[in-house]
């Protein structure tokens, strides 16, 4: 679902509805949908986080093929290519961005070398991590986690990795377990069913993810012991539906959410749908809402019925400009093929997601601090009807504080605009990933500017 996003191994949930029922059954036959479980012997050498000379931190994660990927606490990040001699590209471009970085050595003997465009190189050593490798049993499955703290044996808070609907390993993937410890803050990552080391069927069912999440905080708190001072949830995107649901199964400190919605999973695709179309005029809208109902109805009923509903969209509607460019997170791909083969095809594609899902009621239970970050631009969540609901919570007394990123998209990642209006990723927000080190250690934000973010919302009583 786009709530998780579209990129970094988040994909959309109908990643390409086959067009033949031979094809689905092959796709679902195979075990497709495992996902990579080791480093590349490159990889192995260099992902590490490094403290710089000058007292910063920044983290070489696994990216594509035997590439990696540079991210600093400013939010700024870079892709180093293995078949380029480690030349930096800006953000999620392919575009040089002047910064040079030398890897040197091997695992626990690797350094770096950090050049801001024109500057002197800057040395970092591998900062060394208390890490501890486990697995947990949840709905009586085995799940692979890993709990990374601080050096040393004081306590510390620890952020409880949520997942969005990537189906990559997060133990391998997840760069968080080394930024923010580098920050003194501890983290838990673990592998959700389905995925890189652990067991069971990959699944996008919020109830079921939701115990699995409980149960990786129980397992955080088991390992940490004494060390830990504060523990909640950190979830993005598809995380936001899970984290706060978690949060009720279990006792944590605090919740932090990212770009995630505080509406259905049907919401999100009508919304995302009509920001597809809504160039074409007011007068396209209750067009483009009665296609949406329509695909909403096949979708509702696990490809089984609605089809009826979709035929008459399509012969009323489907000459009309707007209604190619009509997509959303389903409705597109569901306008675009045949019954027959949506029929057969569709239900080897169900994840389990539960469409109509209402999180107001959860959200209101909220008794942990809750921190919702929003994408001011996002495109793949669009956030109007979220901060409308967030705020209103918030009138009504729940523990939420609402901070919003102008001229973000999903990820709250900033964006330049090509010339065709396509948005080239640059990087995350400055100050974004400062919110959630400061909510995990003290269930509150700073009285300061975190970069161009926006307080929506009063700070909740200390």
């Known amino acids: 679902m786009a709530a998780a996003g579209r990129r970094r191994g988040e994909s959309p949930v109908i990643r390409a509805l086959v067009l033949a029922a031979g094809a689905a059954m092959a796709v679902a036959l195979s075990g497709c949908g495992s996902s990579k479980t080791a ?9 590490g986080a490094y403290r710089l000379a000058d007292g910063r931190a920044i983290d070489i994660a696994p990216s594509e093929g035997d590439d990696l990927r540079w991210r600093m606490l400013d939010g700024r990040i870079g892709r180093l290519s293995a078949k380029d001699d480690w030349k930096s590209t800006l953000g999620w471009t392919d575009r040089p961005d002047g910064v040079k970085v030398g890897l040197h050595g091997c695992a626990g003997l ?33 799940l692979k986690g890993r709990l990374v703290l601080p050096k040393g044996a004081g306590p510390v808070p620890v952020m409880v990795q949520v997942h969005g609907s990537e189906e990559d390993s997060a133990v391998l993937y997840n760069w968080r377990q080394r930024l ?4 003194g803050v501890g983290v838990f990552v673990y592998d959700k069913r389905g995925t890189g080391g652990s067991e069971g069927k990959y699944t996008q069912d919020f109830q079921v993810l939701a115990r699995d999440a409980a149960a990786a905080a129980r397992e955080a708190r088991l390992l940490g012991g004494a060390r830990i001072s504060r523990l909640g949830f950190e979830g993005g995107s598809q995380g936001g539906w899970i984290a706060p649901l978690a949060a009720t199964l279990t006792p944590v400190d605090f919740v932090i ?17 009509l920001q597809d179309v809504e160039r074409f005029g007011p007068e396209v809208e209750p067009k483009a809402r009665e296609a949406i109902a329509a695909t909403e109805a096949v979708m509702g009923s696990n490809f089984r019925s609605g089809y009826d509903k979709v035929a008459a969209v399509k012969r009323k509607y ?3 400009p707007w209604f190619k460019e009509l997509k959303g997170e389903f409705t597109g791909d569901l306008l675009k093929h045949h019954p027959w083969g949506l029929r057969v095809a569709g239900p080897w594609f169900n994840k389990g997601t539960p469409w109509t899902y209402d999180p107001l009621p959860v959200l209101r239970r909220q008794t942990a601090p809750l921190l919702w970050v929003l994408a001011g631009d996002d495109s793949s969540a669009p956030v109007e009807e979220t901060r409308r609901r967030l705020l209103t919570l918030r009138v009504l007394g729940a523990p939420i504080t609402v901070l919003e990123y102008p001229r973000t998209e999903h990820g709250i990642i900033e964006f330049e605009e090509g010339p065709d209006g396509e948005r080239l990723e640059t990087g995350y927000a400055d100050g974004w990933l400062r919110t959630s080190l400061d909510w995990a250690r003290d269930g509150r934000l700073k009285d300061e500017p975190y970069g161009a973010g926006i307080l929506l919302t009063p700070e909740p009583e200390a």
């Open 318 to 320: 489907g000459r009309e």
């Open 257 to 273: 959410v990212g770009y995630g919605l505080a509406d259905s999973p049907f919401a999100e695709n009508r919304d995302e749908a």
């Open 180 to 183: 923010f410890p580098a920050e």
């Open 110 to 142: 690797a350094s770096v070398t950090f050049a801001e465009p024109g500057g002197k190189p800057v040395e970092g050593r591998r900062i060394a991590f208390d890490v501890t490798d486990t697995t947990f049993v949840s709905g009586g499955l085995k």
């Open 39 to 47: 480093m590349t012997p490159v990889q192995a050498c260099f992902v």
